[in-house]
C-alpha cells in the first residue's frame, strides 16, 4: 500500500518568513496530493491539493509543488502570520478513492512574532 | 455552512468498558469515516462507510467496529476499551466523486478518549 512520510514534524519561523513542509510518497499510481490543516482543538480543514497533471498550484500565499520523477510533494507558505501555526498533514491517494487517502504524520509550524 | 458533530469532545472510561463514539453530518455525504489520531504517527484509517449498513474495514480496525442505521450517523464502537486506545477520534464525511475525483474530507472537531 501507499506510504507517505512527512518532514520535518516541527518546524518554527519568524513572523514573514517562508516555511517550506515536504512530503514523499511510494505508490506511483497515487495521482492526488491534498494538504490539511489543523488548527487547536479543530478538525483538520483542506486548504489546497494538487493532481499530477499540474507540477505547481498557488491559491494567494500558499502553494504546492509535485515532482512525479522523485515523488515529493511540498507545501510552501510565504509571508507566514501568527494564524499560519498549526499541524499540516499532506496525503497522497488515487483520485476516485477516498478511502485510500494515506496521511503523512504531521508538522507542527509554529510563526514566532 | 458544512458540519460534522462529533457528540463527546472528551472521554474518560476505564478497561474493559463499551464506548460509543458518535458522529452526525449535515450534508448529505455518502462517505463517512473514523480515523485515529496519535502524536507522530498522522491520521490512521479505523473504518470507512460508503453507504448505509456498508463498511469497509481501514488499516487499524482491531478492536473496534461501527454502525450506519442513518445515512447521517456513524458509530465508532469499542466492545472492550483498552489502554492503548486512548487517542483522539476523528470522524469525517466526503462526497461520492468519480473515477476522476476525490472528494474532500470535512472533519468533526474530535473525541478525546482517556481509557484507565
Known amino acids: 500500500g501507499e506510504n507517505v512520510e512527512q518532514h520535518p514534524s516541527t518546524l518554527s519561523v519568524q513572523e514573514g518568513d517562508s516555511a517550506v513542509i515536504k512530503c514523499t510518497y511510494s505508490?506511483?499510481?497515487?495521482?492526488?496530493f491534498p494538504w490539511y490543516k489543523q488548527e487547536l482543538g479543530k478538525g483538520p480543514q483542506l486548504i489546497i491539493d494538487?493532481?499530477?497533471?499540474?507540477g505547481e498550484k498557488k491559491d494567494q500565499r500558499i502553494a504546492v509543488t509535485l515532482n512525479k520523477t522523485a515523488k515529493h510533494f511540498s507545501l510552501h507558505i510565504t509571508e507566514t502570520q501568527p494564524e499560519d501555526s498549526a499541524v499540516y498533514f499532506c496525503?497522497?491517494?488515487?483520485?476516485?478513492?477516498?478511502?485510500?487517502?494515506?496521511f503523512g504524520s504531521g508538522t507542527q509550524l509554529t510563526v514566532l512574532p | 455552512d458544512v458540519k460534522v458533530t462529533q457528540s463527546s469532545r472528551y472521554l474518560v472510561k476505564r478497561t474493559g468498558e463499551k464506548v460509543f463514539l458518535e458522529c452526525v453530518q449535515d450534508?448529505?455525504?455518502?462517505?463517512m469515516f473514523w480515523y485515529r489520531q496519535d502524536p507522530g504517527l498522522g491520521l490512521r484509517l479505523i473504518y470507512f462507510?460508503?453507504?448505509?449498513?456498508?463498511?469497509e474495514k481501514g488499516d487499524i480496525p482491531e478492536g473496534y467496529s461501527v454502525s450506519r442505521e442513518k445515512k447521517e450517523r456513524f458509530s465508532l464502537i469499542l466492545e472492550s476499551a483498552s489502554t492503548n486506545q486512548t487517542s483522539m477520534y476523528l470522524c469525517?464525511?466526503?462526497?461520492?466523486?468519480?473515477?476522476?475525483?476525490?472528494?474532500?474530507?470535512?472533519f468533526g472537531e474530535g473525541s478525546r478518549l482517556t481509557v484507565l
Open positions: 469525517a464525511s466526503s462526497l461520492v466523486g468519480g473515477a476522476s475525483y476525490t472528494g474532500e474530507l470535512f
Open positions: 496525503a497522497a491517494s488515487r483520485a476516485g478513492s477516498a478511502r485510500q487517502l494515506t
Open positions: 505508490d506511483s499510481a497515487s495521482n492526488y
Open positions: 450534508m448529505d455525504h455518502e462517505n
Open positions: 494538487i493532481r499530477s497533471n499540474v
Open positions: 462507510s460508503y453507504d448505509v449498513k456498508m463498511k
